[in-house]
């Protein structure tokens, strides 16, 4: 299966639900999506609009891949279960966030080139990444957990830097 989660922020991310919903038919696995406030409605795929937390970590768990924004509390629990995350950030731009600190966060995974954190800013790239992920499969389990500790710091370094 592969969750795709836009996560709770009251703005639409109608950008990754309608590209997820047309690509749908050519992935070769489950999809499942978490709608939140978005007002896209998927014809392709199953979705739900809001879950609690325990019921979004068991749909992590028994993921493939996680498809999602570049929320912190997403990107750590994929490290923690070993999944593999492909990130699409939010934009202000687009009216999908405040600011840009998905952006930021995404820039920031991408140059620690982790095996298991994949990094998109166009939708259009989706297909071809989510096809490429699955191909691949996991990465060796005893590389995530050392992966999970450099994550952290990488995130607890992010903080410091943007406070100062």
């Given at each position: 299966?592969?969750?795709?989660?836009v996560?709770?922020?009251?703005?639409s991310?109608?950008r990754?639900?309608?590209?997820?919903d047309?690509?749908?038919?050519f992935?070769?696995?489950?999809?499942?999506i978490?709608?939140?406030?978005?007002?896209?409605?998927?014809?392709n795929?199953?979705h739900?609009d809001?879950?609690s937390?325990d019921?979004a970590?068991?749909?992590i768990?028994?993921?493939?891949l996680?498809?999602?924004?570049?929320?912190?509390g997403t990107?750590?629990l994929?490290?923690?279960?070993r999944?593999?995350?492909?990130i699409l950030?939010?934009?202000?731009?687009?009216?999908?966030?405040?600011n840009?600190?998905q952006?930021?966060?995404a820039?920031?995974?991408e140059?620690?080139?982790?095996?298991?954190i994949h990094?998109?800013?166009?939708?259009?790239?989706?297909?071809e990444?989510?096809l490429?992920i699955?191909?691949?499969?996991?990465?060796?389990?005893?590389?995530?957990v050392?992966?999970?500790?450099?994550?952290?710091?990488?995130?607890?370094?992010?903080?410091?830097?943007?406070?100062?």
């Open positions: 299966m592969i969750f795709v989660t996560g709770n922020d009251f703005r991310f109608d990754l639900l309608k590209k997820m047309e690509i749908a038919p992935i070769p696995s489950e999809i499942l978490q709608t939140g406030y978005s007002r896209y409605v998927p014809q795929t199953k739900v809001f879950i937390m019921i970590i068991e749909y768990r028994k993921s493939e996680v498809v999602s924004h570049a929320g912190i990107i750590i994929c490290k923690e279960y999944i593999p995350i492909l950030p939010r934009r202000k731009a687009m009216e999908e966030h405040m840009d600190h952006l930021e966060i820039q920031v995974l140059k620690k080139e982790s095996e298991d990094v998109l800013y166009e939708e259009n790239q989706l297909k990444n989510i490429r699955l191909k691949e499969g996991a990465s060796d389990p005893s590389q995530k050392a992966g999970k500790t450099n994550l952290i710091k990488t995130i607890r370094d992010f903080i410091k830097t943007t406070r100062s």
